[in-house]
């Protein structure tokens, strides 16, 4: 299927560890996303990457570190977790940045929810 | 600067009754609108999109969306609720400007319950 998957789904742990959640899309889009969603549902992008380069970096702590090893892949990683950390992180992707057609529509994953205890 | 303002943020209608969700939009450009939605524990999916051509918008399951540029709004419409519409949904927008970033600006979502 063609899709943007994101691993792991669910992730319980420990305040201080460090964590990654991991995104790859088959669509062949060349921009990629996080975006975080908080407990009252409210959603913000976080970083973006277009072709491996980062294009957006919004302001978040930079004990979160996205890699994009090529560009169907981007993953986020996080050093000392903190309790404000737990939300539920949203991967999508989208066509060619600066395409002229139109908005540019973000295919989401399905989320990974990250509880810090 | 862009910001996107649900004016629900619970809805409530019996199942067969027609379906508003307000969303109103602010913008210094000429702006890109979407609505997404968003099942329990899923992902967010589009359901419409404007971007400057047709005012009036159709989407999947039988949504709909108007944009009127003098009240700056985009509220999404159905005819006839359906169990399966019980979801939040998400009023969206994009500056033309910053348009092709993908830095999306969401409203607070509105939770759509549907009634039997």
């Known amino acids: 299927d063609t899709a943007v998957s994101q691993t792991p789904k669910y992730l319980v742990t420990q305040m201080g560890n460090d964590k990654s959640i991991k995104c790859e899309q088959n669509?062949?889009?060349?921009?990629m996303y996080w975006y975080k969603q908080d407990s009252k549902k409210f959603l913000k992008i976080m970083f973006s990457y277009n072709n491996k380069e980062l294009i957006i970096n919004e302001t978040v702590p930079n004990r979160f570190s996205p890699k994009s090893p090529d560009k169907a892949h981007l993953n986020l990683h996080i050093n000392s977790l903190e309790l404000g950390d737990s939300a539920v992180y949203f991967c999508?992707?989208?066509?060619?940045?600066?395409?002229?057609?139109?908005?540019?529509?973000?295919?989401f994953g399905a989320g990974s929810r990250l509880t810090v205890l | 600067a862009q910001s996107v303002t649900q004016l629900d943020s619970h809805v409530s209608v019996s199942e067969g009754t027609p379906v508003l969700l307000r969303c109103n939009y602010s913008s210094s450009y000429s702006p890109s609108l979407f609505w997404y939605v968003q099942h329990p524990n899923k992902g967010l999916q589009l359901l419409l999109k404007?971007?400057?051509?047709?005012?009036l918008v159709k989407g999947i399951n039988g949504f709909e969306a108007e944009f009127k540029k003098s009240e700056t709004s985009f509220h999404l419409t159905k005819p006839s609720a359906h169990m399966s519409d019980a979801a939040e949904y998400f009023c969206v927008v994009s500056d033309q400007r910053s348009g092709n970033t993908g830095k999306l600006i969401f409203g607070q979502g509105t939770t759509l319950q549907v009634k039997p």
């Open positions: 404007y971007t400057s051509a047709a005012t």
């Open positions: 999508a992707s989208s066509q060619v940045q600066g395409a002229t057609s139109g908005a540019n529509v973000l295919t």
């Open positions: 669509l062949g889009h060349d921009t």
